[in-house]
């Protein structure tokens, strides 16, 4: 089993900054995936970022230049770093990690940007 808790989430004006993390608990040997996905209100949740556990790195084309996913295994956290937030960045802000192939979801965090 494993278990993903976010944090970080908030309002911030256009232009800040937010960094998100998913703080796992359990076990973590055969994680394959780590990613964040995000959904705003009246739409289909979105995949934004994803790391292999090879460590590469794949971003939606909105959030390319803006956002990195990162990780610390000593931690067994992952990190979303948002830079230069744009109103359309606002959702609710998901970690997701396959293990086994099984998907495991946090509950959520808000993020809001305003204009």
């Known amino acids: 089993q494993v278990q993903l808790v976010e944090s970080g989430g908030g309002l911030v004006q256009a232009g800040g900054s937010l960094r998100l993390s998913c703080a796992t608990s359990g076990s973590i040997v055969g994680i394959n995936t780590m990613s964040w996905c995000r959904q705003a209100p009246g739409k289909q949740r979105e995949l934004v970022a994803t790391m292999t556990s090879g460590g590469s790195t794949n971003y939606v084309d909105s959030v390319k230049g803006r956002f990195t996913i990162s990780r610390d295994n000593a931690k067994k956290t992952v990190y979303l770093q948002m830079n230069s937030l744009i109103p359309e960045d606002t959702a609710v802000y998901f970690c997701?990690?396959?293990?086994?192939?099984?998907?495991?979801w946090g509950q959520g965090t808000q993020v809001t940007v305003s204009s």
């Open positions: 997701n990690v396959v293990r086994f192939n099984r998907e495991y």
